[in-house]
């Protein structure tokens, strides 16, 4: 892939959810297929003879295509949204941290890239101790409906509380059939809210598969794990529950599994990762990009 389609490539992909791109985000966030590398000196000389032949627009500090200059108004209107949402996450977090076998949690999807919409609620990924996954969930949920805040069918509202990714330690692994673009930017995108001993760090080390198309992107995430998390990355790897908290897990996990059995449709559910997406973004997400590169060529 040549340097030009890759740089068309990410702004197209950008683009459609109206998120114009700065430099800096552009080198950072740069598609590539494995292997490939390009120079900071011929990444920006490649902008500036787009920009030249007005393929591209470069405008108070962000890069763009042609006729979506309404973008940038949209993008700052949403950040503005995006930390309105903050004080909700901060609550969240609070919760999480009174729930000891919850060692970390991130806010994903548009509010985790500060591109909140009015409507949008709040997407969390959940990560737990080794065989507690399901009491955690019983114990988050829980207080989640009963503040009236938990985002589920019959229940939504802005500023609701949609846990909808589970992930028990040390079981981080993305499955091959998760694996796509889409998932890979949601991997990088993710903002590590609450991580008690290097979760972030195995997330990101367990799934650098996504390092094969978003290299740049993957290093400065990894790179920023503090150094404290590395010295406590297996400090809590071997903490398991008694015999009877794991008999209470199993036990949760059948009571929940045949709770939401007859609502289920694509969600994923087994015992030690939970997926609770009804809706395929991804498919829409690539439909979209195909148009949107359609349009442009």
Same mark, same amino acid.
């Given at each position: ?124 990924? /959940?990560?737990? @101790? ?7 969930? !019983? *114990? #988050?949920?829980?207080? +989640?409906? $009963? =503040? ?78 503090? /150094?404290?998390? @590395? ?7 071997? !903490? *398991? #529950?008694?015999?009877? +908290?794991? $008999? =209470? ?49």
């Amino acid at each position: 892939m040549t340097l030009r389609n890759s740089l068309l490539l990410t702004l197209s992909y950008s683009a459609q959810f109206s998120y114009p791109l700065r430099v800096s985000q552009l080198w950072l966030r740069l598609l590539t297929v494995p292997h490939q590398r390009f120079s900071k000196k011929l990444f920006v000389q490649e902008i500036l003879v787009l920009v030249g032949r007005k393929k591209i627009i470069y405008q108070d500090g962000y890069l763009f295509f042609p006729g979506y200059e309404r973008d940038i108004a949209l993008r700052i209107a949403r950040e503005r949204r995006a930390e309105q949402k903050q004080s909700q996450i901060k609550k969240v977090v609070w919760l999480c941290k009174k729930i000891p076998w919850i060692v970390g949690l991130a806010v994903t999807g548009s509010v985790a890239l500060r591109q909140a919409r009015e409507q949008d609620d709040l997407d969390f990924l /959940v990560v737990t @101790k080794h065989n507690s996954l399901w009491l955690a969930r !019983s *114990l #988050l949920v829980g207080f +989640g409906i $009963l =503040l009236g805040m938990y985002r589920s069918r019959n229940n939504a509202h802005t500023d609701g509380w949609c846990f909808n990714m589970w992930l028990e330690r040390p079981r981080f692994v993305l499955s091959p059939e998760r694996r796509s673009l889409y998932t890979a930017y949601e991997v990088l995108q993710a903002d590590w809210v609450y991580d008690q001993g290097a979760v972030q760090r195995e997330f990101l080390l367990a799934n650098a598969w996504v390092s094969q198309v978003l290299p740049t992107f993957y290093v400065q995430k990894f790179s920023a794990c503090s /150094v404290a998390a @590395k010295i406590k990355i297996f400090a809590s790897i071997g !903490s *398991l #529950l008694s015999p009877i +908290g794991s $008999l =209470l897990n199993v036990l949760a996990f059948i009571l929940q599994r045949w709770h939401m059995h007859a609502a289920m449709t694509r969600e994923v559910v087994v015992f030690s990762q939970a997926y609770f997406h009804p809706r395929n973004t991804q498919q829409y997400v690539t439909k979209r990009w195909r148009e949107l590169l359609q349009e442009i060529a």
